[in-house]
């Protein structure tokens, strides 16, 4: 997919508060919380934005 | 290796409703497996911890001060201006009751569920369900990172906001903009909180949702906030709408934070469809957190307790197909539909107010003796005070 975004979920804890608030939103089911471990499938993602509107921290960018 | 295993009820999540249904699926004679991904039920927290109270005996479950913190009068609702409407337990009709600790008061319906003979896993995730012939027949799952599965003729999807179970089996929960909210709160300490109210700020300050302080004990409150996915532009909306908030109020402005927690709330109409062959959903993976309030905690276990039962006859039947959990679907239905449609409805007509309507209809009710906040008595309110305003008022109501 050489025109698609990047998408950077900083999950390493300076940023998310691992609250699944993502993970519940997405369309696509691309997200998949574990406790404090973000997994994400970069394959699905359409980068449709609605993750980056839904996290209360702005953990996660698209650029 | 972790070993396959066989149970009649499998519940994905040891939150509330999950607990809930665990417990009275047990009590009704099932064998129960509940499994929780996280190594403490209950922690972190996700809430404001705010509930009502008048349903716990509905389900079983017997207040403690194991788990509340206070127990308040009453909820004051600031308009935009700050005028401020006080609704006292009886006008609320029990919307306000108590701040609890969710972590304790989690851990106790866990508690309740593996006393009535639940079997639970912790550090065990369910990572896709197994469908066979068009069925849910359990889950593939992973427990200390090892994979295994867990076959059951009824799997109960509790798995929270996050709710990927019913998403996996093909249940549509998917959730527009408008109805859902992004969340963040701050538990502050050294702040001037009222412990006898759960306090809500509407209007700009929180486009499409509130600000929420509800007290836990003289000094230390929950002070959070969400907002609509819908009015939200850039990123980290709700840090900055709460970060703004408490900046202009000193009364928070000089608390110090002693922990954050964020979240998703569903402030969307009742789902169509709960259930499917094999499978049910309960609490907030089946989108049962109320619209109005944001509050998802009775709802769930309200919700549980019925899905626990037709789960047991299900199992015990043998009949776990999508006809017999319509005894699901629509016993939580005939409970708890009504008031989730007219609270979404009154949600949506609320975020289209304008500041200055909502400052004049929470002034046209300030020092009226209110019996009863009934539709009409608001409106004549209104009318005796702002009468320019009634037209707009009237179509809201
Ligand atoms: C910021 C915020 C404030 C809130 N404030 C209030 C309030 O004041 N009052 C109120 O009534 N409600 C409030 N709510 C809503 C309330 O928290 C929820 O409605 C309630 O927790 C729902 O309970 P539940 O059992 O459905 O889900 P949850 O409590 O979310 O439990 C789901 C459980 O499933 C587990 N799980 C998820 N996926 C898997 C998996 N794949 N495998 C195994 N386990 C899994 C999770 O770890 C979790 O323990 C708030 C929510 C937020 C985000
Ligand atoms: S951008 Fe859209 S599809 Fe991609 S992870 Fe976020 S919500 Fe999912
Ligand atoms: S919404 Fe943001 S803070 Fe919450 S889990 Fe996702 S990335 Fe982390």
């Known amino acids: 997919m050489p025109n698609k975004k990047s998408l950077h979920i900083e999950s390493s804890g300076q940023l998310c508060v691992y609250c699944g608030a993502c993970v519940g939103v997405c369309p696509l089911n691309c997200i998949y919380l574990d406790e404090t471990r973000i997994t994400f499938d970069e394959r699905i993602c359409t980068r449709c934005e609605i993750c980056v509107k839904a996290c209360p921290v702005g953990a996660i960018e698209i650029g | 290796m972790v070993q396959d295993l ?54 079983g479950i017997a207040p403690s001060t194991r ?19 006080e609704i006292n337990e009886r006008h609320a009709g029990n919307e306000v009751g108590y701040v609890v600790e969710r972590d304790a008061f989690d851990k106790q319906l866990a508690i309740d569920a ?26 593939r799952a992973k427990q200390f990172g090892e994979p295994f599965e ?59 949702g509130y600000v929420w302080i509800f007290p836990k004990a003289d000094g230390l409150a929950n002070v959070g906030i969400g907002v609509q996915l819908s009015q939200i532009k850039g990123m980290a909306e709700a840090r900055q709408y709460l970060d703004a908030w408490i900046a202009k109020h000193p009364a928070y402005s000089k608390g110090k934070k002693i922990d954050v927690v964020g979240g998703g709330v569903s402030i969307s109409p009742p789902l169509k469809q709960t ?37 047991a006859r299900a199992a015990a039947a043998g009949t776990p197909s999508k006809e017999f959990f319509q005894q699901y679907e629509k016993g939580w239905r005939v409970r708890l539909e009504e008031k989730l449609y007219r609270n979404w409805l009154a949600k949506e007509k609320l975020c289209s107010l304008s500041d200055e309507t909502f400052d004049k209809v929470v002034d046209a009710l300030q020092g009226v003796k209110l019996e009863k906040l009934t539709v009409h008595n608001i409106l004549k309110a209104v009318r005796d005070k702002y009468p320019e305003i009634t037209k707009e008022f009237e179509a809201f109501i």
């Open chain 2, 6 to 59: 066989k149970t009649d009820v499998l519940v994905i999540g040891a939150g509330p409703a999950g607990s809930m249904t665990a417990k009275w699926a047990a009590k009704a004679g099932a064998r129960v497996l509940m499994i929780e991904k996280r190594q403490e039920i209950g922690s972190p927290v996700r809430c404001g911890e705010g509930m009502s109270k008048d349903w716990l005996n509905e389900v």
């Open chain 2, 67 to 85: 788990w509340i913190n206070v127990e308040v009068e009453g909820a004051r609702i600031f308009s935009p201006s700050e005028k401020v409407l």
């Open chain 2, 114 to 139: 593996g006393n009535a003979g639940a079997e639970i896993l912790l550090k065990t995730a369910a990572t896709g369900v197994i469908k066979e012939g068009g069925k849910v027949v359990g889950v």
């Open chain 2, 150 to 208: 867990i076959r059951a003729p009824v799997t109960i999807g509790a798995d929270g906001f996050e709710s990927q179970v019913g998403r996996w089996a093909g249940i549509p929960t998917n959730l527009a903009l408008r109805d859902m909210d992004s969340c963040l709160q701050y538990r502050m300490t050294n702040v001037d909180c009222d412990v006898r109210y759960c306090d809500f700020y509407l209007g700009k300050v929180a486009p499409g």
């Open chain 2, 275 to 311: 259930v499917t062959d094999g499978l049910m959903l309960v609490g907030d993976a089946a989108r049962m957190i109320d619209p109005l309030t944001g509050g998802g905690i009775a709802n769930g276990c309200i919700a549980g307790k019925i899905c626990g039962d037709v789960a």
